[in-house]
């Protein structure tokens, strides 16, 4: 069975993590969309120009196995002013359904909507203090429940990894980590 998954992006996404976790989850065979909580045509952090397959607005009544968001300042936090993207994500968290964000998304987004309570996480460094519980903050990937979490950049393939495992199984992840000489 296929797996449906969601991929925010936002005028100043991280375009390392977006495209890291995009092209992992569609190489594990996931039906990623990509959406976009401001217009098709997205500027990333660094200049780069995403073009997502749809608006947030035409994704909410769908259902999503896994809902990950990249980071990125100020990314992260145009997906956190999102109503239709919080909604979708309070759903899936009330549904225990898969979800995670990677860098600045765990603590100006899902920290910020209540998403991480009673979890551990991890995010970049620089948003730690935003946490409530650090126990593992500099921990490069942390799995507690339904939530995924990851630190940056850096980690953006072992997050995506993470999320594959998640979603297929250890056997799936390492399918796809094999060819492109990750492990």
């Known amino acids: 069975m296929t797996k449906k998954v969601l991929v925010p ?16 989850l569609r190489r594990a065979g996931a ?12 500027t990333a952090s660094r200049g780069v120009k995403l073009v997502a397959d749809k ?10 196995d896994l809902i990950a968001l990249p980071g990125g300042i100020p990314g992260a936090e145009h ?7 919080e909604q979708m994500l309070r759903e899936q968290y009330e549904s225990n359904r898969l979800y995670g964000g990677i860098c600045a998304a765990p603590a100006v987004v899902l920290q910020n909507h209540g998403f991480l309570k ?18 593992l903050v500099e921990t490069r990937v942390v799995v507690d429940g339904p939530c ?3 630190r940056g950049p850096g ?5 995506a990894l993470k999320l594959v495992e998640m979603l ?16």
């Not at 992006?9 to 992992?24: K, L, N, P």
């Not at 607005?57 to 769908?62: A, F, K, L, P």
């Not at 995010?123 to 409530?132: I, M, N």
């Not at 297929?168 to 492990?183: C, D, L, N, T, W």
């Open 31 to 42: 039906d990623v969309t990509v959406a976009s909580v401001d217009s098709l045509q997205v």
């Open 168 to 183: 297929f199984g250890r056997e799936k992840a390492e399918e796809v980590s094999q060819p492109m000489i990750v492990r």
């Open 118 to 135: 009673g979890r551990q996480a991890t995010c970049h460094p620089v948003f730690v203090h935003q946490l409530e519980n650090t126990d």
């Open 55 to 64: 608006l947030i607005s035409d994704c909410t009544n769908e259902t999503y």
């Open 155 to 159: 980690t953006a393939l072992e997050f």
């Open 79 to 85: 997906l956190r002013d999102s109503a239709e993207l």
């Open 148 to 150: 995924i979490t990851s």
């Open 9 to 24: 992006i936002a005028d100043g996404t991280e375009e390392i993590e977006a495209v890291c976790i995009i092209d992992v």
